[in-house]
């Protein structure tokens, strides 16, 4: 993907719709870059567009923000600017974080999963701009697990799951960019008025992140590699139940693992399944912060062996039924608690977006394919 540009680099589209004397605001936090690597901001700035507030998502401008806690709003140390945090007092901008702004224009980065919240950011600004009049631009960036048919995994958001895990009717692994989400919502009747998008050049719906020569830049603490990024719409179920899911690990979401787990035992099964584009090595790890914090855990390290051929959903969901057929006693609900679900409580079925998840992974009922008209239904919104 060398002759990848991003949203962000074509700052010339961006100038012919929203003129040159435009106040913008900008969505936006530390590792949405340039490919020069320069912040979004700090290139807005430099190419002398009138920037005037900064909103930023989950994990705060730095990006840094441990998951699911409080982001407080600030004053940007780069550009000066006020910034109103959309995960602490607020989801959404409000009117006065709106007022005098002429656009807002969306640059984040994504990880192609539902759960991840920064694309249900971006859904909470494009209603509230919508109600305020107020236009939004979304600066496109890749998705970083690809777009190919096949490779989305379900199952579909269940509307009585909604949440900030998942808002509106998506698969798990959706296969689209951030552009296309936000048309896809708005041809849904979501919001009336429609985004404008810069789009990618050079981008193919078959890339992967993993087999990219671009450099990695970990979009929140829990996300170093794009080899985490690959297995977390699997591995990030763990979320929900009490086995550890590698945080507070070099290795989150690529570890797996609780102080009961036999990992011999766990590894011959799950070898045996053989799934395609993984592979596993008994493991033991002690995570320095949350579950099991301090304590040995024995379970798995994962390895991707083959980026387009793993189906992380379908493999997050053999472990978990394994771990819960192997050590039924053990295996129970983990309250995770956040400032968008401060209770913690059903968060498995949260992120998977079906209630009583635990009893159909258990009953091996959950629908993991791509509803059959998910591409016919997403062809208008697909830029690529």
């Known amino acids: 993907m060398t002759g990848l540009r991003l949203g962000v680099d074509r700052l010339d589209l961006l100038r012919e719709v929203v003129g040159a004397s435009a106040r913008l605001g900008l969505v936006t936090n530390d590792v949405a870059l340039t490919s020069d690597l320069v912040p979004a901001r700090v290139a807005l700035r430099d190419a002398g567009f009138d920037l005037v507030r900064l909103f930023s998502p989950e994990h705060g401008l730095s990006a840094q923000g441990r998951d699911g806690s409080y982001q407080r709003d600030a004053i940007d140390g780069l550009t000066g600017l006020p910034v109103t945090s959309l995960y602490g ?20 980065p994504d990880v192609g999963c539902r759960f991840y919240t920064y694309a249900w950011t971006m859904s909470h600004v494009l209603e509230a701009c919508d109600a305020a009049g107020v236009p939004v631009v979304v600066l496109d960036r890749p998705n970083p697990l690809g777009g190919l048919a096949e490779t989305v995994e379900g199952p579909m958001l269940d509307a009585s799951c909604a949440s900030f895990v998942g808002r509106w009717p998506l698969p798990v692994r959706h296969g689209l960019t951030m552009g296309e989400l936000a048309r896809l919502w708005h041809l849904e009747g979501r919001f009336a008025a429609e985004p ?14 993993l087999t990219s020569d671009r450099p990695w830049v970990p979009p929140s603490p829990g996300m170093p590699s794009a080899h985490t990024a690959a297995v977390y719409p699997g591995l990030g179920l763990l979320e929900g139940v009490t086995v550890s899911d590698g945080r507070g690990t070099a290795v989150p979401f690529r570890a797996l693992g609780a102080p009961w787990i036999d990992p011999l035992v766990l590894w011959r099964e799950f070898s045996a399944r053989e799934l395609p584009g993984v592979a596993a090595i008994p493991y033991a790890f002690t995570p320095s912060a949350e579950k099991y914090a301090g304590v040995l855990c024995r379970g798995l390290l994962l390895t991707v062996t083959d980026a387009h051929a793993l189906r992380p959903v379908r493999m997050g969901v053999e472990l978990l039924a394994l771990v819960m057929r192997l050590w039924p006693e053990h295996v129970t609900e983990h ?44 062809a208008p919104a697909r830029l690529y």
């Open 196 to 209: 404008h998008v810069v789009p990618l050049e050079g981008w193919a719906r078959a890339d992967h992140a």
């Open 335 to 378: 309250r995770y608690t956040t400032r968008a679900n401060p209770s913690g409580m059903h968060h498995l079925d949260l992120l998977l977006g079906v209630p009583d998840a635990a009893d159909r992974v258990r009953a091996g009922t959950l629908p993991l394919e791509a509803p059959a008209d998910w591409e016919t239904k997403t």
């Open 89 to 108: 007092d607020r989801l959404a901008p409000d009117a006065e974080s709106l007022a005098g702004l002429d656009v807002v224009v969306v640059d984040l």
